[in-house]
């Protein structure tokens, strides 16, 4: 296998397993793809995939799982703490090996089109493979969300790159594109308090004047009864997941709040743990590409 390509799709359903199973058979039913991990959130009412594969394999397992999708989940009938606006919600292409951020731009175009043409959902391309700066950021284009979107995809200025300007009546719509490797990042606050959650979430992210590379808002985790600060993280390089992190507990001390703990959701690159543990063990003069084992046993 020469060229490698990763796909994360996000899908609108977190809490009936046999639909997250569903789709997890519509990728492993895929030749030349590999389903690497996929996780689950009955608060956020979201599940997260990764799979790798050869960029065909790759564009055929990413539309079966937003076929499937539409298949099994009714979005006017969806509530979750996680902003979503279709039942596939987004679908990235990440490069990985042998392969360029502008063909994993082609591979978003192709997957997304043939969605619209074939699924009949309303596609928005987002990242890398947006058509203009203001669909850059997923934020922006699913800002309203479902039961915002049919009257937001009206406006000339929010129609799709594909499909026609009206959402799926189940479905609703998806963004599509090409990224760089992104990392879902929350820490949890010992506080039923919503409010201090979304206060944090404004003060770290970078359209509050925060930390660059830092998307944040504030959710209510139900079940366990604590407010959460959950992340986006889309440069880990140039903005570090300890940054992000001491940053909550500086600001939850206004509050009078602690962090009691955090959680990554999905895959995540080790290098950005690496990362962490080097900070915290105020590591000196440690090389991470001679002192980890695990760099000598995986082959180049």
């Not at 689950?40 to 599940?47: A, E, M, T, W």
């Not at 076929?67 to 039942?87: N, S």
């Not at 929010?158 to 990042?185: C, N, Q, S, Y």
């Amino acid at each position: 296998m020469a060229k490698l390509v990763e796909c994360i799709p996000n899908f609108s359903e977190g809490r009936r397993k046999e639909v997250i199973e569903a789709i997890a058979d519509a990728i492993r039913s895929v030749e030349g793809v590999r389903l690497l991990d996929y996780s689950y959130d009955q608060n956020h009412n979201r599940s997260v995939f990764t799979f790798v594969g050869d960029p065909e394999g790759v564009k055929e397992a990413a539309f079966a799982s937003a076929a499937k999708a539409a298949e099994l989940i009714d979005m006017t009938k969806h509530k979750g703490e996680h902003p979503r606006m279709g039942a596939v919600d987004v679908i990235p292409f990440v490069p990985v090996k042998d392969i360029t951020m502008e063909e994993c731009v082609e591979i978003s175009r192709q997957v997304g089109e043939r969605i619209a043409r074939e699924l009949s959902i309303p596609v928005f391309l987002y990242e890398e493979s947006a058509t203009r700066p203001e669909r850059k950021s997923l934020a922006d284009i699913r800002r309203g969300e479902f039961e915002g979107m049919a009257e937001k995809i009206k406006d000339p200025a929010w129609a799709p790159d594909f499909g026609k300007p009206e959402i799926h009546p189940t479905a609703g719509a998806v963004a599509v594109g090409a990224r760089m490797p992104l990392i879902a990042f929350n820490v949890n606050l010992n506080t039923s308090d919503i409010n201090i959650a979304k206060n944090i979430a404004k003060v770290i992210r970078e359209s509050g004047g925060g930390l660059k590379n830092v998307r944040a808002i504030g959710v209510m985790l139900e079940d366990k009864n604590i407010a959460q600060v959950s992340m986006n993280m889309t440069n880990y390089e140039k903005t570090s997941l300890y940054r992000a992190f001491e940053l909550i507990k500086i600001e939850a001390k206004r509050y009078g709040v602690e962090v009691i703990g955090s959680e990554i959701v999905g895959i995540t690159p080790m290098k950005a743990l690496i990362d962490v543990a080097k900070y915290y063990l105020q590591l000196e003069n440690f090389d991470d590409k001679k002192q980890i084992l695990e760099n000598y046993l995986i082959p180049e």
